[in-house]
Protein backbone atom coordinates (compact mmCIF):
# COMPACT_ATOMS: atom_id res chain seq x y z
CA UNK A 1 0.00 0.00 0.00
CA UNK A 2 1.48 3.34 -0.92
CA UNK A 3 0.26 6.69 -2.57
CA UNK A 4 3.37 6.64 -4.56
CA UNK A 5 2.84 5.71 -8.29
CA UNK A 6 5.45 3.97 -10.09
CA UNK A 7 5.98 5.37 -13.83
CA UNK A 8 8.10 3.34 -16.82
CA UNK A 9 9.00 5.11 -19.43
CA UNK A 10 8.38 2.82 -22.81
CA UNK A 11 9.02 5.91 -24.91
CA UNK A 12 12.00 7.93 -23.29
CA UNK A 13 12.61 11.36 -24.18
CA UNK A 14 14.89 10.19 -27.06
CA UNK A 15 13.06 7.92 -28.46
CA UNK A 16 10.38 10.44 -28.54
CA UNK A 17 12.65 13.43 -29.65
CA UNK A 18 13.44 10.51 -32.64
CA UNK A 19 9.72 9.70 -33.11
CA UNK A 20 9.16 13.67 -32.99
CA UNK A 21 11.94 14.41 -35.60
CA UNK A 22 10.70 11.53 -38.11
CA UNK A 23 7.22 12.20 -37.86
CA UNK A 24 7.49 16.25 -38.32
CA UNK A 25 9.85 16.05 -40.89
CA UNK A 26 7.69 13.24 -42.88
CA UNK A 27 5.01 15.40 -42.62
CA UNK A 28 5.58 18.42 -43.38
CA UNK A 29 7.65 17.52 -46.99
CA UNK A 30 4.57 15.55 -47.47
CA UNK A 31 2.07 17.44 -50.05
CA UNK A 32 -0.55 17.78 -48.59
CA UNK A 33 1.23 18.59 -45.47
CA UNK A 34 0.42 17.08 -42.02
CA UNK A 35 1.36 17.10 -38.50
CA UNK A 36 0.12 13.85 -36.48
CA UNK A 37 -2.26 14.89 -33.63
CA UNK A 38 -0.33 13.13 -30.41
CA UNK A 39 2.55 16.28 -30.50
CA UNK A 40 -0.05 18.75 -29.67
CA UNK A 41 -0.68 17.23 -25.97
CA UNK A 42 2.56 18.87 -24.14
CA UNK A 43 1.71 19.97 -20.82
CA UNK A 44 -0.21 23.25 -22.37
CA UNK A 45 -2.09 20.93 -24.93
CA UNK A 46 -3.33 18.60 -22.67
CA UNK A 47 -4.90 21.66 -20.99
CA UNK A 48 -6.33 23.26 -23.28
CA UNK A 49 -7.91 19.92 -24.11
CA UNK A 50 -9.00 19.16 -20.70
CA UNK A 51 -10.64 22.84 -21.65
CA UNK A 52 -12.27 21.54 -24.29
CA UNK A 53 -13.82 18.74 -23.28
CA UNK A 54 -15.99 21.22 -20.68
CA UNK A 55 -16.88 23.47 -23.50
CA UNK A 56 -20.95 23.33 -24.39
CA UNK A 57 -20.07 22.54 -27.91
CA UNK A 58 -18.00 19.87 -27.14
CA UNK A 59 -20.56 17.08 -26.33
CA UNK A 60 -18.28 14.00 -26.80
CA UNK A 61 -16.78 13.60 -22.85
CA UNK A 62 -20.29 14.62 -21.35
CA UNK A 63 -21.88 12.41 -23.49
CA UNK A 64 -19.41 9.94 -22.29
CA UNK A 65 -19.51 10.31 -18.65
CA UNK A 66 -23.03 9.42 -18.49
CA UNK A 67 -23.19 6.25 -20.08
CA UNK A 68 -20.24 5.28 -18.23
CA UNK A 69 -22.27 6.78 -15.07
CA UNK A 70 -25.40 4.30 -16.32
CA UNK A 71 -23.02 0.96 -17.26
CA UNK A 72 -20.21 1.44 -14.71
CA UNK A 73 -21.72 -1.74 -13.05
CA UNK A 74 -22.69 -3.49 -15.56
CA UNK A 75 -19.02 -3.67 -16.60
CA UNK A 76 -17.63 -4.68 -13.56
CA UNK A 77 -20.13 -7.51 -13.39
CA UNK A 78 -19.32 -8.48 -16.84
CA UNK A 79 -15.68 -8.75 -16.84
CA UNK A 80 -14.61 -8.83 -13.23
CA UNK A 81 -11.21 -7.00 -14.31
CA UNK A 82 -9.02 -6.90 -11.74
CA UNK A 83 -6.27 -4.86 -13.89
CA UNK A 84 -7.80 -2.08 -15.95
CA UNK A 85 -5.27 -0.37 -18.30
CA UNK A 86 -6.39 2.75 -20.06
CA UNK A 87 -4.84 3.26 -23.61
CA UNK A 88 -4.60 7.62 -23.83
CA UNK A 89 -5.55 8.19 -20.49
CA UNK A 90 -4.73 11.63 -20.13
CA UNK A 91 -5.90 13.01 -17.16
CA UNK A 92 -7.70 9.90 -15.91
CA UNK A 93 -11.01 11.71 -15.01
CA UNK A 94 -13.77 9.58 -16.31
CA UNK A 95 -11.58 6.76 -15.27
CA UNK A 96 -12.45 7.42 -11.91
CA UNK A 97 -16.30 5.89 -12.95
CA UNK A 98 -14.04 2.68 -13.59
CA UNK A 99 -12.50 2.61 -11.02
CA UNK A 100 -15.16 2.88 -8.34
CA UNK A 101 -17.48 0.48 -10.11
CA UNK A 102 -14.37 -2.03 -10.61
CA UNK A 103 -11.95 -1.53 -7.71
CA UNK A 104 -9.65 -3.16 -9.43
CA UNK A 105 -6.22 -4.44 -7.88
CA UNK A 106 -4.20 -2.40 -10.71
CA UNK A 107 -4.46 0.39 -12.48
CA UNK A 108 -2.11 1.23 -15.80
CA UNK A 109 -2.65 4.31 -17.49
CA UNK A 110 -0.78 4.70 -20.92
CA UNK A 111 -0.52 7.96 -22.47
CA UNK A 112 2.27 9.65 -24.59
CA UNK A 113 2.02 12.60 -22.29
CA UNK A 114 4.76 11.86 -19.61
CA UNK A 115 3.72 15.13 -17.21
CA UNK A 116 -0.06 14.59 -17.52
CA UNK A 117 0.40 11.12 -16.73
CA UNK A 118 2.94 11.36 -13.78
CA UNK A 119 0.49 14.06 -12.29
CA UNK A 120 -3.04 12.21 -12.85
CA UNK A 121 -1.34 9.14 -11.48
CA UNK A 122 -0.16 11.00 -8.44
CA UNK A 123 -3.70 12.17 -7.47
CA UNK A 124 -5.23 8.73 -8.15
CA UNK A 125 -2.76 7.31 -6.01
CA UNK A 126 -3.61 9.79 -3.07
CA UNK A 127 -7.57 8.82 -3.87
CA UNK A 128 -7.23 5.47 -4.33
CA UNK A 129 -4.51 4.75 -1.52
CA UNK A 130 -4.52 0.61 -2.30
CA UNK A 131 -4.81 0.60 -5.55
CA UNK A 132 -1.63 -0.53 -7.29
CA UNK A 133 -0.91 1.98 -10.28
CA UNK A 134 2.25 1.55 -12.74
CA UNK A 135 1.86 4.72 -15.23
CA UNK A 136 3.41 3.84 -18.51
CA UNK A 137 4.61 6.49 -21.13
CA UNK A 138 3.72 5.16 -24.64
CA UNK A 139 2.94 5.42 -27.93
CA UNK A 140 -0.08 3.14 -28.74
CA UNK A 141 0.53 3.56 -32.17
CA UNK A 142 3.52 1.45 -32.09
CA UNK A 143 3.26 -2.44 -31.22
CA UNK A 144 1.84 -2.16 -27.05
CA UNK A 145 4.51 -4.26 -24.83
CA UNK A 146 3.15 -7.10 -22.77
CA UNK A 147 0.27 -6.24 -20.65
CA UNK A 148 0.63 -7.07 -17.06
CA UNK A 149 -0.30 -10.41 -15.59
CA UNK A 150 -2.94 -10.72 -13.35
CA UNK A 151 -6.13 -11.70 -15.53
CA UNK A 152 -8.93 -10.64 -15.92
CA UNK A 153 -8.28 -7.31 -18.04
CA UNK A 154 -9.73 -4.67 -18.98
CA UNK A 155 -8.42 -2.32 -21.65
CA UNK A 156 -9.87 0.93 -22.20
CA UNK A 157 -9.61 3.09 -25.36
CA UNK A 158 -12.19 6.16 -24.34
CA UNK A 159 -12.96 9.54 -25.20
CA UNK A 160 -13.20 8.43 -29.33
CA UNK A 161 -9.69 9.06 -29.17
CA UNK A 162 -9.43 6.23 -31.93
CA UNK A 163 -11.00 8.47 -34.06
CA UNK A 164 -7.83 9.98 -34.48
CA UNK A 165 -6.01 6.92 -36.68
CA UNK A 166 -6.81 6.92 -40.41
CA UNK A 167 -8.59 3.75 -41.28
CA UNK A 168 -5.28 2.03 -42.08
CA UNK A 169 -4.15 2.75 -38.31
CA UNK A 170 -7.37 1.73 -37.10
CA UNK A 171 -7.15 -1.98 -38.26
CA UNK A 172 -3.48 -2.13 -37.48
CA UNK A 173 -4.10 -0.91 -34.23
CA UNK A 174 -6.94 -2.68 -33.04
CA UNK A 175 -5.13 -6.14 -34.06
CA UNK A 176 -2.67 -5.08 -32.18
CA UNK A 177 -5.09 -5.07 -28.99
CA UNK A 178 -6.90 -8.24 -29.92
CA UNK A 179 -3.22 -9.69 -29.76
CA UNK A 180 -2.40 -8.27 -26.45
CA UNK A 181 -5.55 -9.46 -24.81
CA UNK A 182 -5.61 -12.89 -23.66
CA UNK A 183 -8.75 -15.19 -24.08
CA UNK A 184 -11.29 -13.52 -21.60
CA UNK A 185 -9.80 -10.58 -21.44
CA UNK A 186 -12.05 -7.01 -22.42
CA UNK A 187 -11.33 -4.13 -24.27
CA UNK A 188 -13.34 -0.91 -23.48
CA UNK A 189 -14.14 1.43 -26.64
CA UNK A 190 -15.84 4.82 -26.60
CA UNK A 191 -16.46 6.23 -29.96
CA UNK A 192 -18.15 9.39 -31.23
CA UNK A 193 -20.87 8.53 -33.58
CA UNK A 194 -22.02 10.46 -37.06
CA UNK A 195 -24.25 12.88 -36.27
CA UNK A 196 -25.06 16.49 -38.10
CA UNK A 197 -22.57 17.94 -39.43
CA UNK A 198 -23.66 21.20 -38.06
CA UNK A 199 -23.34 19.75 -34.72
CA UNK A 200 -19.87 18.41 -35.58
CA UNK A 201 -18.44 21.57 -36.98
CA UNK A 202 -19.25 23.08 -33.83
CA UNK A 203 -17.84 20.93 -31.44
CA UNK A 204 -14.63 21.56 -33.54
CA UNK A 205 -14.98 25.06 -33.97
CA UNK A 206 -16.06 27.11 -30.34
CA UNK A 207 -16.52 30.70 -30.85
CA UNK A 208 -14.11 30.94 -27.46
CA UNK A 209 -11.29 29.76 -29.44
CA UNK A 210 -9.67 26.94 -27.29
CA UNK A 211 -9.71 24.78 -29.70
CA UNK A 212 -8.51 26.86 -32.02
CA UNK A 213 -5.66 27.41 -29.22
CA UNK A 214 -5.09 23.77 -28.99
CA UNK A 215 -4.60 23.60 -32.63
CA UNK A 216 -1.86 26.00 -33.17
CA UNK A 217 0.13 24.85 -29.82
CA UNK A 218 1.72 21.95 -31.69
CA UNK A 219 3.46 24.78 -33.58
CA UNK A 220 4.38 26.40 -30.35
CA UNK A 221 5.74 22.28 -29.35
CA UNK A 222 7.41 22.14 -32.85
CA UNK A 223 9.08 26.02 -32.26
CA UNK A 224 10.33 24.64 -28.65
CA UNK A 225 11.33 21.02 -29.40
CA UNK A 226 12.94 21.18 -32.84
CA UNK A 227 13.66 24.98 -32.43
CA UNK A 228 11.49 26.10 -35.63
CA UNK A 229 10.52 30.13 -35.99
CA UNK A 230 6.43 29.17 -36.59
CA UNK A 231 4.75 32.40 -36.25
CA UNK A 232 1.45 31.34 -34.80
CA UNK A 233 -0.56 34.50 -35.83
CA UNK A 234 0.08 33.38 -39.38
CA UNK A 235 -2.08 30.30 -39.00
CA UNK A 236 -5.40 30.10 -38.73
CA UNK A 237 -7.45 27.11 -37.35
CA UNK A 238 -9.83 25.40 -39.49
CA UNK A 239 -12.14 22.62 -39.23
CA UNK A 240 -14.61 20.32 -41.73
CA UNK A 241 -16.60 17.94 -42.08
CA UNK A 242 -15.19 15.34 -45.14
CA UNK A 243 -18.64 14.17 -45.54
CA UNK A 244 -17.44 11.19 -47.64
CA UNK A 245 -14.74 9.67 -44.79
CA UNK A 246 -17.42 10.71 -42.21
CA UNK A 247 -14.48 12.22 -40.57
CA UNK A 248 -13.39 15.89 -39.15
CA UNK A 249 -10.66 17.48 -40.52
CA UNK A 250 -8.65 19.92 -38.26
CA UNK A 251 -6.31 22.07 -40.43
CA UNK A 252 -3.62 24.92 -39.68
CA UNK A 253 -4.19 27.28 -42.53
CA UNK A 254 -1.68 29.69 -44.13
CA UNK A 255 -2.79 33.29 -44.33
CA UNK A 256 0.12 33.87 -46.18
CA UNK A 257 2.96 33.05 -48.09
CA UNK A 258 6.32 31.92 -46.32
CA UNK A 259 9.11 30.10 -45.24
CA UNK A 260 9.34 28.25 -42.08
CA UNK A 261 12.47 27.11 -40.42
CA UNK A 262 13.19 24.24 -38.34
CA UNK A 263 16.69 24.23 -37.16
CA UNK A 264 16.50 20.85 -35.34
CA UNK A 265 15.97 19.54 -38.45
CA UNK A 266 17.90 21.22 -40.59
CA UNK A 267 14.79 21.69 -42.62
CA UNK A 268 12.83 24.67 -44.54
CA UNK A 269 9.53 24.79 -45.18
CA UNK A 270 7.49 26.43 -47.56
CA UNK A 271 3.65 27.71 -47.21
CA UNK A 272 1.80 29.19 -50.02
CA UNK A 273 -0.89 31.83 -49.31
CA UNK A 274 -3.83 29.79 -47.67
CA UNK A 275 -2.24 26.50 -47.83
CA UNK A 276 -3.82 23.92 -45.38
CA UNK A 277 -1.71 21.67 -43.02
CA UNK A 278 -3.58 18.57 -41.71
CA UNK A 279 -2.90 18.20 -37.64
CA UNK A 280 -5.73 15.77 -36.76
CA UNK A 281 -8.76 13.63 -38.37
CA UNK A 282 -11.53 12.95 -35.61
CA UNK A 283 -13.62 9.71 -37.29
CA UNK A 284 -16.97 9.49 -36.71
CA UNK A 285 -18.97 5.72 -36.54
CA UNK A 286 -21.67 3.73 -37.07
CA UNK A 287 -22.19 1.36 -34.32
CA UNK A 288 -22.86 -1.73 -36.32
CA UNK A 289 -19.99 -0.89 -38.81
CA UNK A 290 -17.43 -0.08 -35.38
CA UNK A 291 -18.55 -3.54 -34.44
CA UNK A 292 -17.90 -5.19 -37.30
CA UNK A 293 -14.19 -4.09 -37.41
CA UNK A 294 -13.93 -5.06 -33.87
CA UNK A 295 -15.08 -8.63 -35.22
CA UNK A 296 -12.48 -8.46 -38.27
CA UNK A 297 -9.83 -7.76 -35.86
CA UNK A 298 -10.88 -10.46 -33.68
CA UNK A 299 -12.96 -8.77 -30.88
CA UNK A 300 -16.40 -10.09 -30.47
CA UNK A 301 -18.80 -6.79 -29.31
CA UNK A 302 -20.56 -8.42 -26.05
CA UNK A 303 -22.42 -5.32 -25.13
CA UNK A 304 -22.69 -1.74 -26.09
CA UNK A 305 -24.04 1.35 -24.71
CA UNK A 306 -25.48 4.53 -26.37
CA UNK A 307 -26.59 8.05 -25.09
CA UNK A 308 -30.23 8.67 -25.45
CA UNK A 309 -29.05 11.15 -28.05
CA UNK A 310 -27.82 8.40 -29.93
CA UNK A 311 -24.43 11.23 -30.00
CA UNK A 312 -21.94 8.36 -28.67
CA UNK A 313 -21.34 4.68 -27.93
CA UNK A 314 -19.59 2.50 -25.57
CA UNK A 315 -18.67 -1.18 -26.72
CA UNK A 316 -17.53 -4.00 -24.19
CA UNK A 317 -15.96 -6.53 -26.32
CA UNK A 318 -13.77 -9.68 -25.68
CA UNK A 319 -11.24 -12.18 -27.08
CA UNK A 320 -13.23 -15.12 -27.57
CA UNK A 321 -12.21 -18.58 -26.00
CA UNK A 322 -10.35 -20.76 -28.64
CA UNK A 323 -10.09 -17.48 -31.21
CA UNK A 324 -6.88 -18.26 -32.78
CA UNK A 325 -5.35 -14.84 -33.94
CA UNK A 326 -2.74 -14.44 -36.20
CA UNK A 327 0.74 -13.87 -34.00
CA UNK A 328 1.72 -10.58 -34.64
CA UNK A 329 5.50 -9.25 -34.61
CA UNK A 330 6.67 -9.11 -31.15
CA UNK A 331 6.51 -5.89 -28.77
CA UNK A 332 8.17 -3.00 -29.89
CA UNK A 333 8.46 -1.64 -25.96
CA UNK A 334 9.78 -3.18 -23.06
CA UNK A 335 7.65 -5.14 -21.02
CA UNK A 336 5.80 -3.61 -17.91
CA UNK A 337 8.06 -4.36 -14.54
C1 LIG B 1 -9.01 13.57 -27.83
C2 LIG B 1 -8.81 12.86 -30.06
C3 LIG B 1 -10.85 12.53 -28.88
O1 LIG B 1 -10.85 14.17 -31.72
O2 LIG B 1 -12.42 14.95 -30.45
C4 LIG B 1 -10.79 17.89 -29.63
C5 LIG B 1 -9.24 15.82 -29.79
N1 LIG B 1 -9.39 17.86 -31.23
N2 LIG B 1 -10.95 19.00 -30.34
C6 LIG B 1 -11.25 14.64 -30.66
C7 LIG B 1 -9.80 17.16 -30.21
C8 LIG B 1 -10.08 18.99 -31.31
C9 LIG B 1 -10.27 14.80 -29.49
N3 LIG B 1 -9.73 13.46 -29.08
Not at 170 to 186: G, H, I, K, P, Y
Request: proline share 5%; glycine share 4%.
Amino acid sequence: MSAIAETAVLFSPAARGLALREEVRLGLTSTPKELPPKWFYDRRGSELFDAITRLPEYYLTRAERSILERCADEIAELTDATTLIELGSGTSDKTRLLLDALAPRRFVPFDVSEETLRSSAQRLALRYPSLEITALVGDFEQPLPPLPAGEPRLLAFLGSTIGNLTPTRRTLFLNDVASALDEDDWFLLGADLVKSPARLVAAYNDPTGVTREFNLNVLRVLNRELDADFDLSAFEHVARWNAEAEWMEIYLRSNRRQTVRLAALELEVAFDAGELMRTEISAKFHLSRLAGELEAAGLATKRCWTNDAGDFAVLLAMRPARFELATSASAGQRSIP
